[in-house]
Protein backbone atom coordinates (compact mmCIF):
# COMPACT_ATOMS: atom_id res chain seq x y z
CA UNK A 1 0.00 0.00 0.00
CA UNK A 2 1.19 3.59 -0.96
CA UNK A 3 0.49 6.25 1.44
CA UNK A 4 -0.08 9.32 -0.91
CA UNK A 5 -0.63 13.23 -0.12
CA UNK A 6 -1.28 16.54 -2.11
CA UNK A 7 -0.55 19.48 -0.16
CA UNK A 8 -1.71 22.70 -2.58
CA UNK A 9 -3.93 25.58 -1.27
CA UNK A 10 -5.72 25.52 -4.76
CA UNK A 11 -8.79 22.79 -4.55
CA UNK A 12 -9.58 22.91 -8.40
CA UNK A 13 -5.57 21.95 -8.59
CA UNK A 14 -5.52 19.31 -5.63
CA UNK A 15 -8.71 17.53 -6.95
CA UNK A 16 -6.72 17.69 -11.14
CA UNK A 17 -3.75 16.10 -9.22
CA UNK A 18 -5.69 13.39 -7.26
CA UNK A 19 -7.80 12.29 -10.54
CA UNK A 20 -4.14 11.90 -12.19
CA UNK A 21 -3.01 9.68 -10.07
CA UNK A 22 -6.39 7.71 -9.55
CA UNK A 23 -5.30 6.46 -13.13
CA UNK A 24 -2.25 4.46 -11.58
CA UNK A 25 -2.92 4.44 -7.48
CA UNK A 26 -5.62 2.71 -6.06
CA UNK A 27 -5.07 3.94 -3.03
CA UNK A 28 -6.74 6.53 -0.84
CA UNK A 29 -4.82 10.09 -1.65
CA UNK A 30 -4.85 12.50 1.69
CA UNK A 31 -5.46 16.18 0.18
CA UNK A 32 -4.15 18.98 2.72
CA UNK A 33 -3.73 22.68 2.36
CA UNK A 34 -1.08 23.44 4.41
CA UNK A 35 2.24 21.12 4.39
CA UNK A 36 2.60 21.68 8.38
CA UNK A 37 -0.64 19.43 8.90
CA UNK A 38 1.88 16.36 7.33
CA UNK A 39 5.15 16.60 9.71
CA UNK A 40 3.97 14.17 11.72
CA UNK A 41 2.44 11.77 9.67
CA UNK A 42 4.44 9.54 7.10
CA UNK A 43 3.61 9.50 3.50
CA UNK A 44 5.47 7.27 0.65
CA UNK A 45 4.43 10.01 -1.88
CA UNK A 46 3.81 13.29 -1.34
CA UNK A 47 2.83 16.39 -4.01
CA UNK A 48 3.78 19.39 -2.71
CA UNK A 49 3.04 23.03 -4.12
CA UNK A 50 6.20 25.01 -4.20
CA UNK A 51 4.24 28.12 -3.49
CA UNK A 52 1.54 27.81 -0.58
CA UNK A 53 -0.09 31.21 0.28
CA UNK A 54 2.26 33.13 -1.23
CA UNK A 55 5.55 31.34 1.06
CA UNK A 56 7.87 29.41 -0.21
CA UNK A 57 7.66 25.31 0.59
CA UNK A 58 11.14 24.04 0.45
CA UNK A 59 12.13 24.60 3.68
CA UNK A 60 9.03 22.45 4.93
CA UNK A 61 10.20 19.85 2.04
CA UNK A 62 13.96 19.61 3.28
CA UNK A 63 12.65 19.34 6.59
CA UNK A 64 10.28 16.55 5.73
CA UNK A 65 12.86 14.35 4.02
CA UNK A 66 14.98 15.22 7.11
CA UNK A 67 12.66 13.49 9.14
CA UNK A 68 11.62 11.00 6.37
CA UNK A 69 14.26 10.11 4.12
CA UNK A 70 12.30 7.44 2.22
CA UNK A 71 9.09 9.79 1.34
CA UNK A 72 9.46 10.43 -2.16
CA UNK A 73 9.02 14.28 -2.95
CA UNK A 74 7.68 15.92 -5.72
CA UNK A 75 7.49 19.44 -6.58
CA UNK A 76 4.28 20.76 -8.17
CA UNK A 77 3.92 24.62 -9.67
CA UNK A 78 2.59 26.95 -11.84
CA UNK A 79 6.39 28.75 -11.33
CA UNK A 80 8.68 26.59 -14.40
CA UNK A 81 11.63 28.84 -12.13
CA UNK A 82 11.03 27.10 -9.27
CA UNK A 83 12.73 24.39 -10.58
CA UNK A 84 15.95 25.14 -10.06
CA UNK A 85 15.87 25.41 -6.38
CA UNK A 86 14.09 22.36 -6.29
CA UNK A 87 17.33 20.44 -7.64
CA UNK A 88 19.40 21.64 -4.11
CA UNK A 89 17.17 19.47 -2.78
CA UNK A 90 16.84 15.67 -2.11
CA UNK A 91 13.69 16.05 -4.22
CA UNK A 92 12.41 13.25 -6.53
CA UNK A 93 10.83 15.29 -9.34
CA UNK A 94 9.61 18.46 -10.42
CA UNK A 95 5.73 18.60 -12.40
CA UNK A 96 5.17 22.37 -13.98
CA UNK A 97 1.59 22.71 -13.82
CA UNK A 98 1.93 24.58 -17.21
CA UNK A 99 3.27 21.04 -18.78
CA UNK A 100 0.82 19.04 -16.42
CA UNK A 101 0.17 15.92 -18.66
CA UNK A 102 3.76 16.21 -19.82
CA UNK A 103 5.38 16.00 -17.13
CA UNK A 104 3.16 13.40 -14.85
CA UNK A 105 3.64 11.10 -17.68
CA UNK A 106 7.27 11.83 -16.76
CA UNK A 107 6.97 11.53 -13.64
CA UNK A 108 4.93 8.02 -13.75
CA UNK A 109 7.54 6.59 -16.07
CA UNK A 110 10.73 7.47 -13.40
CA UNK A 111 8.66 6.05 -10.71
CA UNK A 112 8.42 2.78 -12.59
CA UNK A 113 11.85 2.91 -13.10
CA UNK A 114 12.85 3.28 -9.71
CA UNK A 115 10.84 0.48 -8.48
CA UNK A 116 12.67 -2.22 -11.24
CA UNK A 117 15.10 -2.83 -9.33
CA UNK A 118 13.86 -3.32 -5.66
CA UNK A 119 16.47 -5.31 -4.49
CA UNK A 120 20.19 -6.83 -4.18
CA UNK A 121 21.44 -9.64 -2.66
CA UNK A 122 24.49 -10.09 -1.08
CA UNK A 123 26.33 -12.24 1.27
CA UNK A 124 26.56 -10.95 5.16
CA UNK A 125 27.98 -12.69 7.95
CA UNK A 126 27.93 -15.70 6.01
CA UNK A 127 24.16 -15.41 4.94
CA UNK A 128 22.46 -14.69 1.73
CA UNK A 129 20.66 -10.95 2.79
CA UNK A 130 17.85 -9.18 0.10
CA UNK A 131 18.72 -5.47 0.18
CA UNK A 132 15.97 -2.98 -1.05
CA UNK A 133 17.81 -0.70 -3.24
CA UNK A 134 15.22 2.15 -2.50
CA UNK A 135 17.02 2.27 1.43
CA UNK A 136 20.83 2.61 -0.15
CA UNK A 137 22.26 6.21 1.13
CA UNK A 138 25.65 4.68 0.10
CA UNK A 139 28.06 2.53 -1.07
CA UNK A 140 31.88 2.94 -0.02
CA UNK A 141 35.00 0.81 -0.64
CA UNK A 142 37.23 0.60 1.99
CA UNK A 143 40.02 -1.61 3.02
CA UNK A 144 39.16 -4.44 -0.22
CA UNK A 145 35.43 -4.60 1.50
CA UNK A 146 32.42 -3.05 0.30
CA UNK A 147 30.53 -1.29 3.38
CA UNK A 148 26.17 -0.72 2.19
CA UNK A 149 24.88 2.01 4.20
CA UNK A 150 21.38 2.29 4.20
CA UNK A 151 18.91 4.37 6.14
CA UNK A 152 18.70 1.25 8.85
CA UNK A 153 21.88 -0.52 8.65
CA UNK A 154 25.65 -1.24 7.69
CA UNK A 155 26.42 -4.21 5.48
CA UNK A 156 29.62 -5.32 4.31
CA UNK A 157 30.30 -7.59 1.80
CA UNK A 158 33.85 -8.72 -0.75
CA UNK A 159 32.19 -7.81 -3.66
CA UNK A 160 34.13 -4.88 -6.20
CA UNK A 161 32.38 -1.52 -6.99
CA UNK A 162 32.31 -2.79 -10.31
CA UNK A 163 30.29 -5.67 -9.58
CA UNK A 164 27.84 -3.52 -7.17
CA UNK A 165 26.92 -0.63 -9.75
CA UNK A 166 26.00 -3.37 -12.46
CA UNK A 167 23.06 -4.51 -9.95
CA UNK A 168 22.18 -1.27 -9.48
CA UNK A 169 19.91 1.50 -12.07
CA UNK A 170 22.31 3.82 -12.87
CA UNK A 171 19.36 6.83 -13.58
CA UNK A 172 20.11 7.49 -10.27
CA UNK A 173 23.07 5.57 -8.52
CA UNK A 174 26.27 7.75 -8.93
CA UNK A 175 29.92 6.84 -8.77
CA UNK A 176 31.22 9.73 -7.06
CA UNK A 177 34.30 9.31 -6.57
CA UNK A 178 36.76 5.72 -6.67
CA UNK A 179 35.39 4.84 -3.87
CA UNK A 180 31.97 5.90 -3.49
CA UNK A 181 28.43 4.96 -5.07
CA UNK A 182 25.97 7.79 -3.91
CA UNK A 183 22.04 7.30 -4.69
CA UNK A 184 21.10 10.75 -5.98
CA UNK A 185 17.64 10.68 -4.30
CA UNK A 186 19.16 11.02 -0.99
CA UNK A 187 21.06 14.34 -1.43
CA UNK A 188 20.10 16.54 1.43
CA UNK A 189 22.34 19.67 0.38
CA UNK A 190 25.34 20.07 -1.96
CA UNK A 191 27.41 22.39 0.55
CA UNK A 192 29.99 24.19 0.06
CA UNK A 193 32.37 22.15 2.10
CA UNK A 194 30.35 18.58 1.86
CA UNK A 195 28.17 16.56 0.43
CA UNK A 196 25.61 16.26 2.67
CA UNK A 197 23.17 13.07 2.58
CA UNK A 198 20.08 12.10 4.81
CA UNK A 199 20.85 11.04 8.39
CA UNK A 200 23.18 14.08 7.99
CA UNK A 201 25.60 12.13 6.42
CA UNK A 202 28.36 14.25 5.23
CA UNK A 203 31.19 13.07 2.62
CA UNK A 204 34.15 15.01 1.81
CA UNK A 205 34.48 16.06 -1.79
CA UNK A 206 37.70 15.02 -3.81
CA UNK A 207 39.68 17.07 -6.42
CA UNK A 208 36.77 18.29 -8.95
CA UNK A 209 33.78 15.88 -7.75
CA UNK A 210 31.55 18.91 -6.41
CA UNK A 211 31.51 20.13 -9.92
CA UNK A 212 30.89 17.18 -11.89
CA UNK A 213 28.42 16.25 -9.01
CA UNK A 214 26.84 19.45 -9.54
CA UNK A 215 26.39 18.70 -13.61
CA UNK A 216 25.02 15.23 -12.93
CA UNK A 217 22.55 15.97 -10.52
CA UNK A 218 21.10 18.70 -12.37
CA UNK A 219 20.91 16.33 -15.56
CA UNK A 220 19.55 13.47 -13.35
CA UNK A 221 16.93 16.13 -12.19
CA UNK A 222 16.21 17.20 -15.22
CA UNK A 223 16.19 14.10 -17.07
CA UNK A 224 12.21 13.68 -17.72
CA UNK A 225 11.70 17.43 -17.95
Do not use: W
Request: with cysteine; hydrophobic share 35%; proline share 2%.
Amino acid sequence: MVKIAIIDDNINDQNIIEAKLKEYFKETIDKLKQPDELIDHYYDLIFLDAMIDDQESFDFGKRYLAKYPNAILVYISSFDHFVYPSYCQNTFFFIRKSQLDKDFENFILKYQQLNQKEAINIIYQNHEVKIPVKEIIYIESRRNQIFIVSDKHTYTTYKSLNQIIKLLNQDYFYRFNNHLIINLNYIQEIAREHLIMANDIKLEYTRGSKQRLLKEYQIYRSRYL
